[in-house]
T-cell receptor, first 114, second 115 residues
Framework: AQKVTQAQTEISVVEKEDVTLDCVYE???????LFWYKQPPSGELVFLIRRNSFDEQNEISGRYSWNFQKSTSSFNFTITASQVVDSAVYFC???????????FGTGTQLKVEL | DTGVSQNPRHKITKRGQNVTFRCDPISEHNRLYWYRQTLGQGPEFLTYFQNEAQLEKSRLLSDRFSAERPKGSFSTLEIQRTEQGDSAMYLC?????????????FGPGTRLTVL
């Protein structure tokens, strides 16, 4: 069985601070895919990034960066110089190779204040 | 390029009534998924279609739930004899198996309230 743990329920930061959202996953499959989605107050899940189990390269996209470490089964997400518009619930998700469903964590509510 | 659309966006019903939700996937996507999300939780998988075939169903999908995708395009999710525990956001997602990334893109959801 697969499991995704997002231990941080809620994080509050002041604008321009850096913030890291943690994600720990569990799976026995050797091929799997990890995702981050953003859910703003409007409710729609917005895809941010996908990572394959065989590619441990970290990735940076503008103010967003992701740190994938198989040794610790973690796929953490960092927002640099946070902005109020980053306020949302962020979900980490896992899909195993050959499978179809996404297994989501419980999400981290990020609040960025002025 | 239109995204995934869902109708209605909100539905309020009385316990015991039947409700039906519709999902229109991204036009070139042949895979379609339904998820349910309750307050403070992440989405939970309900069912999956490849074209018109329903290939996987979660044990969360009780006998009162039925999903169809008759022509491999839009899908409907019906809940019969609704219960208060069915109150949730119902999310639809689609993806394409012709694209190696096969990333699921989500619609805005249908929020169901059962009184």
């Amino acid at each position: 069985a697969q499991k995704v743990t997002q231990a941080q329920t809620e994080i509050s930061v002041v604008e321009k601070e850096d913030v890291t959202l943690d994600c720990v996953y569990e799976t026995r499959d050797t091929t799997y895919y990890l995702f981050w989605y953003k859910q703003p107050p409007s409710g729609e899940l917005v895809f941010l990034i996908r990572r394959n189990s065989f590619d441990e390269q970290n990735e940076i996209s503008g103010r967003y960066s992701w740190n994938f470490q198989k040794s610790t089964s973690s796929f953490n997400f960092t927002i640099t110089a946070s902005q109020v518009v980053d306020s949302a619930v962020y979900f980490c998700a896992l899909r195993v190779g050959g499978g179809n469903k996404l297994t989501f964590g419980t999400g981290t509510q990020l609040k960025v204040e002025l | 390029d239109t995204g995934v659309s869902q109708n209605p966006r909100h539905k309020i019903t009385k316990r015991g009534q039947n409700v039906t939700f519709r999902c229109d996937p991204i036009s070139e996507h042949n895979r379609l998924y339904w998820y349910r999300q309750t307050l403070g939780q992440g989405p939970e998988f309900l069912t999956y279609f490849q074209n018109e075939a329903q290939l996987e169903k979660s044990r969360l999908l009780s006998d009162r739930f039925s999903a169809e995708r008759p022509k491999g395009s839009f899908s409907t999710l019906e809940i019969q004899r609704t219960e208060q525990g069915d109150s949730a956001m119902y999310l639809c997602a689609s993806s394409s198996d012709s694209h190696w990334l096969d990333t699921q893109y989500f619609g805005p959801g249908t929020r169901l309230t059962v009184l």
